[in-house]
């Protein structure tokens, strides 16, 4: 099979490896579609995240489906044929934060594509059963691309359940007045669906590209910010009378992006950071911060959201179609990269279609 594997910065070599056999309690899937996540483009572009580093040959992509292709002893609930998306993290569910649910925050948790796991842009990949969730046919029928798009909505439902939104079942909508997200990417408008799917009265989305902020309009922001031509914190604070907003989502990952989302936040607000900067620092307004007591979460990946974001898109509740926006076959994946890099054409999220 196919097995694309990042050597170094830019080095992309295909390998020609055996198949992998399922383990007991593992499937084996034939990887579909892969969304370059921007971590992948950390990893690309610098064979590193801050202190995680590739020092050997590793396949990337963790944004997956695929169809299950064998199953290993015992493996009852999946077969041959069902359509899947992977949650591409592998807890230890022995340590205490496993144990208390937090299993996102697992420390050394096996992840795709980041060093030492090899992730899916290669044709099969072997993974615990428990770990691959059945998509139904119905009453939505999902392509593979927003298959794989579950996983950046995943993290969005993820924050915004963080940011103290998500409603538990069975209770109303929490209201909230005014919301910010700074940063259209995927992760940005993933944020946008989720808060629009609870409720949230007021979004103002910012983000430098044109084609983001139409799209952001056309997914339910209520007004947009073209940071080439503005200042998002003096923008908000504009439309909202001086005031500033109740929650700032960060998505941008940009080295101001932290201070500027300080400064849009309201007395007593929340900001909310998704953002993977390129430095490992971030500088924010201490100033601004502490005067206006805000606080701060921190989103490590997500966290027992994949079925309701299955729920949410199944049930046509969320757009994840339009994230999907540019496709090139594997040969291709570092014109891939390089496009997704550049922000080319408007680009969202390129897909990788490791088979059709
Ligand atoms: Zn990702
Ligand atoms: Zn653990």
């Not at 299955?310 to 496009?339: N, Q, S």
């Amino acid at each position: 099979m196919r097995a694309l594997r990042l050597h170094g910065p830019r080095d992309l070599q295909m390998h020609d490896e055996p198949v992998p056999e399922p383990g007991p309690g593992d499937v084996r899937i034939r990887i579909k579609s892969v969304g370059i996540c921007a971590s992948d483009l950390h990893y690309y572009r610098d064979g590193r995240i801050s202190s995680t580093v590739i020092t050997e040959p590793l396949v990337i992509g963790h944004e997956a489906s695929g169809v299950v292709d064998a199953v290993g002893e015992r493996v009852t609930d999946l077969a041959p044929g069902d359509r899947v998306a992977i949650e591409p993290a592998k807890p230890c569910m022995k340590c205490e934060f496993c144990l208390s649910g937090n299993y996102n925050v697992c420390p050394g948790i096996p992840f795709f594509g980041t060093p030492p796991t090899d992730g899916c842009l290669r044709d099969y990949v072997t993974w615990p059963a428990s770990l691959a969730l059945k998509i139904p046919h119905q009453p939505k029928r999902l392509s593979f691309d927003e298959i794989a798009m579950l996983e950046p909505l995943a993290i969005g439902v993820h924050a915004v359940w963080l940011a103290g939104l998500e409603p538990s079942a069975g209770c109303d909508p929490v209201r909230m007045d005014c919301v910010a997200i700074l940063g259209a990417g995927a992760v940005g408008l993933s944020v946008l669906q989720s808060l629009r799917a609870v409720g949230v009265s007021r979004v103002l989305v910012s983000d430098p590209v044109a084609e983001r902020r139409k799209l952001a309009l056309r997914l339910g922001a209520d007004e947009v910010i073209d940071t080439s031509a503005v200042k998002p914190e003096d923008e908000i604070e504009r439309l909202t009378g001086g005031h500033g907003v109740d929650i700032v989502f960060e998505c941008a990952g940009e080295d101001d992006a932290l201070r500027q989302a300080c400064r849009a936040a309201r007395v007593l607000g929340k900001v909310i950071v998704l953002g993977i900067p390129d430095g490992d620092d971030y500088t924010f307004d201490a100033s601004s911060a502490r005067r206006k007591q805000l606080s701060a979460v921190f989103v490590r990946r997500s966290n027992n959201t994949a079925e309701r974001s299955i729920g949410l898109a199944v049930e046509g509740k969320v757009d994840l179609a339009c994230l999907a926006t540019h496709r090139f076959p594997l040969e291709r994946t570092a014109e891939a990269m390089e496009f997704a890099i550049a922000k080319r054409d408007g680009v969202i999220r390129a897909i990788v279609a490791v088979s059709e």
